[in-house]
């Protein structure tokens, strides 16, 4: 079974509203190694209202504290590099 990548949109995972599918492929072997949800309009206009909902209290958040949780996610990223660049 291979895996769909979905969205990512208000703080949740979903596949959206559509039903295409588009294939990632593995690029050292050309073989299809996943598959990836088409976002619809609606999908894109979902995202964008949780983007503008989620804004006011980010824009609120000291700038110290957005820092500090953006260098814990680049953290996150270096531990799980190898992991990442396998998915």
Aim: charged residues 20%; aromatic residues 6%; positive net charge.
């Amino acid at each position: 079974m291979q895996t769909t990548v979905g969205h990512f949109i208000g703080g949740r995972q979903t596949r959206g509203a559509s039903q295409r599918l588009a294939d990632i492929y593995n690029p050292a072997i050309g073989e299809v190694a996943a598959r990836v949800a088409l976002a619809t309009a609606q999908d894109v206009a979902d995202a964008v209202a949780a983007a503008k909902a989620a804004f006011p209290a980010w824009a609120e958040t000291p700038p110290l504290r957005r820092a500090r949780i953006l260098f814990k996610f680049k953290e996150l990223l270096d531990q799980h590099h190898d992991d990442l660049a396998a998915l």
